[in-house]
Nanobody, 128 residues
Framework: QVQLVESGGGLVQAGGSLRLSCAAS????????MGWFRQAPGTEREFVAS????????RYADSVKGRLTISRDNAKNTVYLQMNSLKPVDTAVYSC?????????????????????WGQGTQVTVSS
C-alpha cells in the first residue's frame, strides 16, 4: 500500500509562493498517476491538479491555472505543487493522492473517487 506524506505548507501573504511536496513510499511510484486536492473549512474537497505517471497529461482546476504548477520526479518518488501568486481563497488543507495506473501511462484523473491512496494533508494559509 502506498503511503504519502505531504510537506511544505505554511502561512504566506497574498501574492506569495509556496512549494508543496508529496513523498511516496511505493517503489513503483513511477507508474502511479498523482493528484492534488484541497479542502477549506465548511467546503467539499476540490480538485486542484493532476499528472499522469509519464508526465504527458496534466490538468488544472480553472481557479488555479497560470498560478499553480504540478510536476513529478519519479527518481525521488515525489510529486510537487508550485504555488505562485497565492490568494486568500487558496487557503485550505492540501492533500496529494495516488492511483496505480501502470496500464494507462498518459491518463490523468481529476475525481477524488479515482484515487485510493491519500496523504494526511498540509495546511496552506494565505493572509490578505
Amino acid at each position: 500500500q502506498v503511503q504519502l506524506v505531504e510537506s511544505g505548507g505554511g502561512l504566506v501573504q497574498a501574492g506569495g509562493s509556496l512549494r508543496l511536496s508529496c513523498a511516496a513510499s511505493e517503489r513503483t511510484f513511477s507508474t502511479y498517476a498523482m493528484g492534488w486536492f484541497r479542502q477549506a473549512p465548511g467546503t467539499e474537497r476540490e480538485f486542484v491538479a493532476s499528472i499522469s505517471w509519464n508526465g504527458a497529461t496534466i490538468r488544472y482546476a480553472d481557479s488555479v491555472k497560470g498560478r499553480l504548477t504540478i510536476s513529478r520526479d519519479n527518481a525521488k518518488n515525489t510529486v510537487y505543487l508550485q504555488m505562485n501568486s497565492l490568494k486568500p481563497v487558496d487557503t485550505a488543507v492540501y492533500s496529494c493522492a495516488a492511483k496505480d495506473a501502470k496500464y494507462s501511462p498518459g491518463v490523468g484523473y481529476y475525481s477524488s473517487i479515482d484515487y485510493p491512496y491519500w496523504g494526511q494533508g498540509t495546511q496552506v494559509t494565505v493572509s490578505s
